[in-house]
């Protein structure tokens, strides 16, 4: 259950990790979700930036690889909501040491993008770094 990945053999499992959550908005996607499940203008609200063809398009991408379950529900008016699966729970897992990592290193170094974003900013980290 995935989309068509680029050709060629992954050189390790962190290649072929990054081809799934590769992408300017599927890291927050995932956290996001990992806070509870939402519809998709929650999502949008919450990832100010994000337009709503890319929004849709890392979603789509993110439930065929088997990351996302979109649950659509026979009401008027339609409503869809998103939420990770047990394999999306384990990436965001597998990605909260490197949020603490970019907390450590990056948010709190003093390091020039660290004047940018402060912990207690209203801005997502990962999930479960908190």
């Known amino acids: 259950m995935g989309t068509a990945r680029r050709p060629g053999a992954y050189v390790c499992g962190v290649d072929a990790a990054m081809d799934v959550v590769g992408g300017k908005w599927k890291v927050l996607i995932l956290w996001a979700l990992g806070e509870r499940v939402r519809r998709f203008g ?22 065929a ?11 008027v008016p339609p409503r869809v909501e998103y ?18 990592w970019g907390r450590d290193h990056v948010l709190d170094d003093g390091s020039p993008a660290a004047g940018q974003v402060r912990e207690d900013d209203d ?8």
Do not use: W
């Not at 690889?65 to 009401?75: A, F, K, L, N, S």
């Not at 999306?88 to 897992?93: H, R």
């Not at 801005?123 to 908190?130: D, E, F, H």
């Open 42 to 63: 929650a999502l949008r609200r919450e990832l100010p930036g994000v337009t709503e063809k890319v929004l849709a398009a890392q979603l789509r991408e993110l439930e």
């Open 65 to 75: 690889d088997g990351i996302v379950h979109r649950e659509e529900y026979p009401e």
């Open 83 to 100: 939420s990770l699966t047990a394999r999306g729970v384990a990436l965001n897992e597998a990605l909260a040491p490197l949020g603490r």
């Open 123 to 130: 801005v997502p980290l990962v999930a479960g770094t908190a």
